[in-house]
């Protein structure tokens, strides 16, 4: 009979559900971990990632560290599937299945001290402007942070004919290389990597980075003279406040549900 | 038979609605603040507004002053958050944060005494027309008030490279000049400005706007010869009712949630 | 004091609905009327009426006469919002508002006895044909009923500059003219009209047509040869059920929230 | 201390789930007809399939019968609406109504041992390539599954002037032949038939169908260069998971609502 021979299973999922709850993680970074989650979230609802795709975010305590659910897709993300890592992409402590692209995050922070958040998303009107000549250029003055251009890392370059994957670390210094000190990277054929200061940030940048590729197409199709953002105009063009009040009602909208 | 036994409860839901709306406000004001924070909400829903851009009204009772929200994202808009401002935008004994772009509408109110509501967005249909040498003009007879076209405000002709803000008196000026007597005025990289008689008009204006603008991208992809509003026929389809049976129904979707 | 001077007018108000509801509809149409209500409600949730537009149906018991709602935002109609007209589209008892378009419908019935229901649409898709040299015509098999063509009604031919609505017998019988023996006509800068044997028929009709513009659309941008449908092979692809099949779907999405 | 506690409801819990399971059907085909039930509600809620369409699963433990819903929307279809059919689509102990089309799965299950599943959907994004001389090709790596191409079924050449409908079994063998040992067929100004070695990776097969020839386009319509995948490299870019993760959130938005 199956019933019994169950049920201490069962139990026992209960009480590793609670224990876990209750001895990751120490207050001080709960907000962290609950910023991350909705981040996750948010970009799933705003339609940036689906099911593949992912967030994390610099452990601001120990710069070496790096928060990055397990292998889930974002939009099912809590704070229990949240794992920690170094710089190497090491999970600390944790057994669980992570992302096999977790590279991109672990080199990223490597490379750029000044990151504290990465999104990688396959967003799908970024994708367009990895496979095409034409370069992704700044339209809409809330994507003014990609004045200087969006660099596109090309995989061939590194590793030659590959599973477009960058699931190991020399592919993804060779993605950070390219993003150099760009606030993104288009990833040929994939998607972005998209960094900021803040999870914030990321988030906002990786949304308005979408929304400019939209508006840039539209623009390019009506076959007249586009007028783009002078380098200049592009810089003191910084987003005012770190997408906060933009984050606010997104996070009403996943919260609301 | 029914009709006795219902007519009680019809008559105290009525005392029940007067009873409400006499004991917080006065009458006159509190319907023109809740339709203004109908249209914040209206205009999130329809997706003319995101986390940034507002919506104001001029105040019908002194119009050297006019009603917006504090700093917040429009779809998080409530009563309590509406500030009121004189024609120099500024507050009226209250200290919180306001729109950095509150000059859109002091200096629009000013120009246009006829001009009682006032929406700027970053409409993501209209933002390719602003950066494009195609001018956008009416293929929607929804959109007929647009029949003598759309003039595009370059900021880069006030203040040479700026952060794109209409962040000061000078520049919500020259944005109401480049308006004149029309009903909106795009903004180069960044969005629009739409004025109307009222709150509805400005709101269908809005959404109007951006659907005409999808449209006549549309047609002007299929390559062949697209046929214009005439003046004369643009000027005679005025909005028959004020936009008054559309602001039903997408009122009913926001307080339907 | 104001209470008691409304409460007897709040009574009447209720008395009226209730009468109203008692009094108007025999249980013979109420399936019909039932039916109405409910293709407002689709038209609406598929995207393919807004605030503005109607669906109509002729009454199978009188030939000569129609049900068509007050005017009202289809999202919004009920079946106390249905008025009776004959064919000269005036109201049978009833004051109420009409929508101003309503010869659309009237004179559609009284030229086509085979048409048993009619929808007035400004379909976002269609539009762009509607003004452009480009003839819609049928790339997919659920819009192949357009196999013969979609006549272009311009209002200019019957009466020059104009508000663009089909606000009289002589236009409405114009357009029925262009209409012919069509399923659907576009009408130059504003929508179309679509007609069916049966309210699900003319409501699915209206939906597929605005899909098959989305379609057409994308085949001839990308460039290449399009291979539209022979007459022939359109004449054979009639709907196979009457669209029951995905009325029982988008009746489910109108009923379900 | 809330863990004793919280144990005895859990494993109430789990005995309610087992027992629930173990009363309707033998535990064996349960999964399947379940994941059969969401994969054609997870098919609605992406746009892949609205009122018509249909996906099919093997039978694992009889290859040659396969499961299909009654003729019926697929976003209303629920376990007792799935029949039984062996290979000539011929049901099995069962009178109701069938899909005209259920040929299509039939004949692509005799000719192609490796496929457990078949969609069959008229996806908006993907029938334009469906008339168009363009080739769809694989420009998103979760679309790397096309590296080899899309073939195209023209019915015509099967038997001329038609309803378009591959409603018998000589139709059916000529998609099959089409198809051939690719992932995924096109059916001129119809759809697409996509197949997989589960109901999992065929509706993963079919969203991101449908995601890629968006993605195709807008590509193409930015005028510059475009870089498909190399059949080397799209071979090596296999989805990692059988789109299970993918699968989950799609789940999650069809029992949560």
Do not use: C
């Not at 710089?87 to 299945?97: A, F, K």
């Not at 750029?112 to 958040?117: H, N």
Request: glycine share 8%; no cysteine; charged share 20%.
């Amino acid at each position: 009979m199956k019933i019994p021979a169950l049920t201490p299973l069962a139990a026992l999922l209960a009480l590793a559900t609670i224990a876990s709850a209750q001895t990751t993680k120490p207050p001080r970074d709960q907000a962290l971990i609950d910023d991350l989650v909705t981040a996750n979230h948010i970009l799933a609802s705003e339609g940036i990632l689906d099911g593949y795709g992912h967030v994390s975010v610099r452990d601001p305590a120990n710069s070496n560290h790096y928060f990055l659910s397990r292998s889930l897709a974002p939009g099912l993300v809590t704070a229990a599937d949240i794992i920690e890592y170094d710089l190497d992409s090491n999970p600390l402590g944790d057994t669980r299945t992570g992302y096999r692209e977790r590279f991109i995050h672990g080199e990223i922070y490597r490379a750029r001290p000044d990151v504290m958040a990465v999104v990688h998303d396959h967003s799908p009107s970024v994708i367009p402007f990895s496979v095409s000549s034409v370069p992704l250029r700044a339209v809409s003055h809330m994507a003014a942070f990609i004045g200087e251009g969006v660099p596109v890392f090309e995989i061939r370059d590194v590793d030659g004919m590959t599973d477009m994957l960058v699931s190991s670390p020399k592919r993804g210094r060779a993605l950070a290389t390219v993003l150099g000190n760009h606030p993104a990277a288009l990833m040929r054929g994939h998607g972005a990597a998209v960094v900021g200061e803040s999870v914030k940030v990321a988030v906002g940048r990786a949304i308005y980075l979408d929304l400019n590729a939209k508006v840039q197409e539209q623009a390019i199709l009506l076959g007249g003279k586009v007028t783009y953002f002078e380098p200049e105009e592009a810089k003191k063009t910084a987003p005012q406040d770190g997408f906060e009040r933009a984050w606010d009602v997104w996070k009403r909208k996943v919260t609301a549900k």
